[in-house]
């Protein structure tokens, strides 16, 4: 079975650009995270939903980001405008419902932020 | 304000010698600890898991120990190998969120 799949793996953008990260989740999961990694403040939950709405977004640093989940099979991540901050690695994962607590992630999307 | 805090940020342990890695947390609601391992350009991948109602839960060469009355976990790993070399994350879970701490660079040494 396919994993969570995200894309780009690497982006590198100017500052100002807008950036937009995809995720498409294992089938059957209903729950789907956004999570970022920095060196300081290590993974994050950004927002996740369940069952393609969003739950609980209080993770989002600030209006320039925003996540939709159109459908049970896509996610998409987008920050407008970026800036050099931004710069992390961004991870998406899924988990069903129900199951324990253990969640799945993809390999991350790196985004460096110029 | 961080919830799940890892105060090691790198470890280096003979090969073959017992590694331990730590966890604290701050909220005593968590109903579920966890530990990742995540090797270089991957996600983290599910290492070992306990719930808050035990003390200890055991798979293979991996153990995580929990200590609720001061808020701490471990992940004990024995005898370590050079594959275990990787960067640890301790998680803990409340309502459908997973919150982790910031991870610990477990370096074997051969």
């Known amino acids: 079975d396919a994993g969570v799949i995200q894309s780009p793996r690497h982006e590198v953008t100017e500052m100002g650009q807008e950036v937009t990260l995809r995720c498409k989740p294992i089938?059957?999961?209903?729950?789907l995270f956004w999570y970022r990694q920095t060196m300081m403040r290590g993974l994050e939950l950004l927002i996740y939903?369940?069952?393609?709405?969003?739950?609980?977004d209080s993770g989002m640093p600030e209006d320039r980001f925003s996540a939709k989940m159109p459908n049970a099979s896509f996610s998409t991540l987008k920050i407008q405008p970026s800036e050099p901050r931004d710069s992390a690695v961004y991870f998406c994962a899924s988990r069903p419902s129900p199951s324990g607590n253990t969640i799945y992630f993809g390999e991350g999307s790196w985004l460096t932020v110029v | 304000d961080q919830q799940v805090k890892q105060n090691s940020p790198s470890l280096s342990v003979q090969e073959g010698r017992i590694s331990i890695l730590n966890c604290d947390y701050t909220n005593s609601m968590f109903d579920y600890f966890l530990w990742y391992k995540k090797y270089p350009a991957e996600g983290p991948t599910f290492l070992i898991s306990?719930?808050?109602?035990?003390d200890k839960n055991e798979d293979g060469r991996f153990t995580v120990f929990l200590n609720k009355s001061a808020k701490h976990l471990s992940l004990h790993i024995v005898p370590s190998q050079p594959g275990d070399s990787a960067v640890y994350f301790c998680a803990a879970s409340l309502n459908e969120k997973l919150t982790f701490g910031t991870g610990t660079r477990l370096t074997i040494i051969p």
């Open positions: 089938s059957g999961h209903d729950y």
């Open positions: 939903f369940n069952n393609n709405v969003p739950i609980d």
């Open positions: 306990i719930s808050s109602i035990k």
